[in-house]
């Protein structure tokens, strides 16, 4: 081993105390779930990805926000660097993203993930730029469900009279009165204090978030009606983005992708595993749903949804299929 003479030692010393620390920029990505739930894993593997492809060159800072619109919001005015939401209140912001709210328009993940995959999910996230906001990625929520605390609903006209909390989502508010029930759109900040106080019976929601959430704690049953595909994005301001040289913006959309696989793979694991949990958590849950049923009670719905909404897109996303 080579001894390096004592002078050599304090320069290096000298050298390294006063260079300057490596000029680390901070991204700050906000989501409305706990850190161990289906968006949490998305932005730990963004967070990942960024810090190992830069060399440490960015710190991506995850921060906890239930309050979704709120959060949008903040991405436009540019006081937030980026924020994962499911498409929520998104149509409010850039209104052609609600053709993807449509109750029982996907038929399984494998249709959604490909849709939103396909050139019709980039021409939606393009939507976004002269909104002032950018549509980095396509995330996943999940396949909503309904829980609630009256009784269990086996059919339509068992959700007749239910109060329910839905997003601040007109498609969806449309569906559930349609339905007959009393929709009641809130920002999930509010969800469980409404639901323990009684301000509604209801809310639905995909397995991973009533999982994450406990919200079994404060409803008793669970239907699987699985009544419409909850797509979720990661949403960050433009001028942000632009900030960033042209090389840690690839990183910046690879890491993106990186979130992608492991927020749908993590939606996967627990749409495997979170019904018998809930089960065990002690939900009443039915599992035989004659979505037919649902869908027919909703028809009027549907007939507005062609007239008010991208009808061509509705019918070309419906009759979406794989490339065999
Ligand atoms: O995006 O508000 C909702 O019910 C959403 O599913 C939740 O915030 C996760």
């Given at each position: 081993m080579q001894i390096i003479p004592r002078l050599a030692l304090g320069a290096l010393l000298a050298a390294a105390l006063t260079a300057?620390?490596?000029?680390q920029t901070e991204i700050t990505v906000q989501h409305p779930l706990p850190l161990q739930s289906h968006y949490g894993a998305g932005a730990t593997a963004l967070k990942e990805a960024l810090e190992r492809a830069t060399g440490g060159r960015y710190r991506v800072t995850i921060q906890r926000n239930d309050n979704e619109r709120e959060m949008i919001e903040s991405v436009q005015i540019g006081t937030l660097d980026c924020t994962i939401t499911s498409t929520g209140p998104v149509g409010n912001f850039?209104?052609?993203?609600?053709?993807?709210?449509?109750?029982?328009?996907?038929?399984d993940y494998a249709h959604a993930r490909g849709v939103l995959d396909s050139e019709i999910g980039q021409q939606l996230l393009g939507q976004f730029t002269p909104r002032g906001?950018?549509?980095?990625v396509w995330l996943e929520n999940g396949f909503r469900h309904l829980t609630n605390s009256r009784h269990a609903v086996n059919s339509p006209d068992d959700i007749r009279g239910l109060k329910v909390r839905t997003m601040e989502n007109p498609v969806h508010m449309r569906a559930f009165r349609a339905l007959g029930a009393l929709p009641t759109p809130m920002a999930f900040s509010e969800l469980v204090p409404a639901l323990q106080q009684g301000t509604v019976d209801g809310q639905e929601n995909p397995i991973p978030v009533i999982v994450a959430n406990n919200l079994n704690q404060v409803q008793r049953f669970l239907t699987l009606t699985g009544h419409v595909y909850s797509p979720a994005l990661l949403i960050c301001n433009p001028a942000m983005l632009q900030r960033l040289a042209a090389a840690d913006r690839t990183a910046f959309q690879a890491a993106a992708v990186a979130a992608q696989r492991a927020n749908r793979d993590r939606v996967t694991a627990d749409e495997n595993t979170g019904v018998e949990e809930l089960r065990r958590r002690g939900m009443t849950v039915t599992t035989e749903v004659d979505r037919g049923r649902f869908q027919t009670a909703l028809a009027a719905a549907f007939a507005q949804y062609e007239r008010e909404l991208d009808g061509a897109l509705l019918r070309r996303i419906r009759d979406w299929r794989a490339a065999q």
């Amino acid at each position: 081993m080579q001894i390096i003479p004592r002078l050599a030692l304090g320069a290096l010393l000298a050298a390294a105390l006063t260079a300057p620390a490596l000029a680390q920029t901070e991204i700050t990505v906000q989501h409305p779930l706990p850190l161990q739930s289906h968006y949490g894993a998305g932005a730990t593997a963004l967070k990942e990805a960024l810090e190992r492809a830069t060399g440490g060159r960015y710190r991506v800072t995850i921060q906890r926000n239930d309050n979704e619109r709120e959060m949008i919001e903040s991405v436009q005015i540019g006081t937030l660097d980026c924020t994962i939401t499911s498409t929520g209140p998104v149509g409010n912001f850039v209104p052609a993203v609600r053709v993807v709210d449509v109750p029982f328009l996907f038929r399984d993940y494998a249709h959604a993930r490909g849709v939103l995959d396909s050139e019709i999910g980039q021409q939606l996230l393009g939507q976004f730029t002269p909104r002032g906001l950018t549509g980095v990625v396509w995330l996943e929520n999940g396949f909503r469900h309904l829980t609630n605390s009256r009784h269990a609903v086996n059919s339509p006209d068992d959700i007749r009279g239910l109060k329910v909390r839905t997003m601040e989502n007109p498609v969806h508010m449309r569906a559930f009165r349609a339905l007959g029930a009393l929709p009641t759109p809130m920002a999930f900040s509010e969800l469980v204090p409404a639901l323990q106080q009684g301000t509604v019976d209801g809310q639905e929601n995909p397995i991973p978030v009533i999982v994450a959430n406990n919200l079994n704690q404060v409803q008793r049953f669970l239907t699987l009606t699985g009544h419409v595909y909850s797509p979720a994005l990661l949403i960050c301001n433009p001028a942000m983005l632009q900030r960033l040289a042209a090389a840690d913006r690839t990183a910046f959309q690879a890491a993106a992708v990186a979130a992608q696989r492991a927020n749908r793979d993590r939606v996967t694991a627990d749409e495997n595993t979170g019904v018998e949990e809930l089960r065990r958590r002690g939900m009443t849950v039915t599992t035989e749903v004659d979505r037919g049923r649902f869908q027919t009670a909703l028809a009027a719905a549907f007939a507005q949804y062609e007239r008010e909404l991208d009808g061509a897109l509705l019918r070309r996303i419906r009759d979406w299929r794989a490339a065999q």
